[in-house]
C-alpha cells in the first residue's frame, strides 16, 4: 500500500479537515490538529507530536471507513513512518561520518 509523494500529495489536498480519521484512531497518544498533521506529513519539518503519533499507528486502519471522501489515511501515515525511518537513518549515517567512520573499519575488519 505504499504510495508516492504525488499521490500522497493528492490525498493531503483532498482531504476536508474534517478530524474524523484523528477521532477514530485508537492510538493518538497526543491531541494533534489535521491541519498540522496535513503539513507535516509532506513538509520538510516533523513536530515530536507528529512523531509520536506516526510511531504509535500500528496501521489498524479505523481511520479509513470514517473519511466522508474516502481518503486513505494509513497510507498518509505509513509514508510518514517511512520519512521518520529514512531521517532518521541517515542522521545515523551523518553522526557515523563525523565520527570518522570508525565503526564502518571495524566491522570491514571482522568480514
Avoid at 497510507?75 to 565503526?103: E, I, N, P, Q, T
Wanted: aromatic share 4%; hydrophobic share 35%.
Amino acid at each position: 500500500m505504499h504510495q508516492t509523494r504525488s499521490q500522497v500529495a493528492g490525498e493531503v489536498s483532498a482531504c476536508i479537515r474534517c478530524n474524523e480519521c484523528l477521532t477514530a484512531c485508537p492510538a493518538l497518544p497526543v491531541r494533534i490538529q489535521i491541519e498540522t498533521l496535513n503539513r507535516e506529513t509532506l513538509g520538510e519539518r516533523i513536530s515530536p507530536d507528529v512523531a509520536r503519533f506516526a510511531q504509535a499507528c500500528y496501521q489498524c486502519g479505523a481511520c479509513v471507513p470514517v473519511c466522508p471522501v474516502g481518503l486513505h489515511r494509513d497510507a498518509m501515515m505509513l509514508w510518514l513512518k517511512m520519512r521518520l525511518l529514512h531521517s532518521s537513518v541517515d542522521g545515523a549515517r551523518s553522526r557515523r561520518g563525523a565520527r570518522g567512520d570508525r565503526y564502518d573499519e571495524r566491522v570491514a575488519r571482522w568480514r
